[in-house]
């Protein structure tokens, strides 16, 4: 029955996303691809063929504009980009796509499951020619989601996670007590990499705001500060760019309170932009998965309004990374109208803010900031 349907699977590629699937099915997907590459060796003019892999690039990508919800997402269409053994460019990234895929494949028979750092540097001593970087294990990893169109959890591959949460939150994670996030001290309750654990964990709350933030130092100001007792909110925050167990976890608090606004306090400057938007809208090269875990995040601040907070001197130039993130996300074709106002002003002003310079006003600013805004329905 497994091999049936992984040949269907093999023989009907017509959508382009990565199925969330038990280890036994992921395991049938891999013992497909390696009997298809065998077949082709044993044939009677023996040629290894093409490896054909979801193009993972802005040219491929979609955008779904949420008709029937508040949600939009990016994803990917179904072109697809070759990886060859006979060409010098894509030749040893054709070989570590099966390298990667015997490692998950053992990963998944063992029944365990391993963070890409635990297994770079098992690559890393398999397999030294092969793999030298995190970034070359990583890309790898993608190529076999885009090979086998299924997510990097089927494979037995973990999130890592520097995701936190704090506030009117009750966690119950399966056989353990219940987590009270208001009683975890300024440092939060760490966010799990295992989404199977995440997934199963009971939530309940009765806070009317979820809150992310991109900062690390000013998520431990809010909760040092016990925000949430003043404003009923939940805290979170991925330390700035977000990783999948984050972005997980929130969508998940996302389906089980529906009624909640999701507000994001980011720097105003084109890279906590660009954080709010893979919170909002996944992100491409991660296109397969990530879509799925889209929320409708509102944009609180900081925000170009906020500048007469804030004191000239404390208006830094923007960087030449600013300027080639922001022109990213300008040619997005996600992005709305009044994000694109706020980026062009930042490049005509040719300054950034960050979060901190509110403190100008005191270390207990920011929570009064946060409620203004709440109150006067100041987010976008």
């Given amino acids: ?68 919800t508040d949600v939009s997402y990016i994803f990917l269409s179904t072109s697809f980009t070759k990886s060859s053994l006979t060409n010098a460019k894509t030749a040893k990234a054709f070989v570590r796509v099966w390298k990667v895929m015997e490692m998950c494949f053992q990963i998944l028979l063992q029944e365990k499951r391993v963070t890409q750092r635990e297994l770079f540097y098992k690559l890393l001593c398999d397999s030294p020619d092969l793999f030298s970087s995190q970034v ?157 875990y889209a929320c409708n995040v509102k944009w609180i601040g900081l925000r170009g309004d906020d500048l007469n907070l804030i004191p000239e001197e404390s208006l830094v130039p923007l960087k030449a990374k600013d300027s080639q993130i922001a022109k990213s996300l300008l040619s997005s074709k996600i992005l709305q109208e009044n994000y694109r106002e706020e980026l062009s002003l930042m490049i005509e002003t040719g300054k950034r803010a960050e979060i901190e310079a509110l403190y100008c006003h005191g270390y207990n600013y920011l929570g009064k900031y946060i409620a203004t805004k709440i109150v006067q329905g100041k987010y976008i």
């Fill in 136 to 292: 070359e294990v990583n890309r790898s990893v993608q190529d076999v989601v885009a090979l086998l169109r299924c997510s990097r959890f089927s494979l037995g591959i973990m999130a890592s996670t520097r995701g936190l949460v704090a506030g009117r939150l009750y966690l119950q994670e399966p056989g353990k007590e219940p987590v009270d996030c208001s009683a975890c001290g300024s440092s939060g309750f760490p966010i799990s990499g295992d989404l199977n654990l995440l997934d199963n964990t009971i939530m309940t709350s009765d806070a009317r705001y979820i809150i992310l933030v991109e900062k690390h130092a000013i998520f431990h100001r809010l909760v040092e500060d016990r925000v949430f007792n003043h404003i009923p909110c939940v805290f979170i925050t991925a330390k700035g760019y977000p990783d999948i167990a984050t972005r997980f976890f929130l969508h998940r608090m996302s389906i089980t309170f529906p009624h909640l606004p999701i507000l994001a306090l980011v720097d105003w400057n084109p890279a906590g932009l660009a954080i709010l938007c893979t919170f909002k809208f996944g992100s491409i090269g991660m296109g397969l998965e990530a879509y799925r």
């Fill in 1 to 68: 029955m497994e091999e049936d349907a992984s040949m269907k699977f093999f023989s009907d590629q017509n959508t382009s996303y990565a199925d969330i699937l038990p280890p036994r099915e992921a395991r049938a997907r891999i013992e497909v691809s390696v009997l298809n590459l065998l077949r082709a060796l044993n044939s009677p003019d023996p040629a290894i063929s093409d490896l054909s892999l979801i193009n993972r690039k802005r040219s491929n990508s979609c955008v779904n504009q949420g008709i029937l």
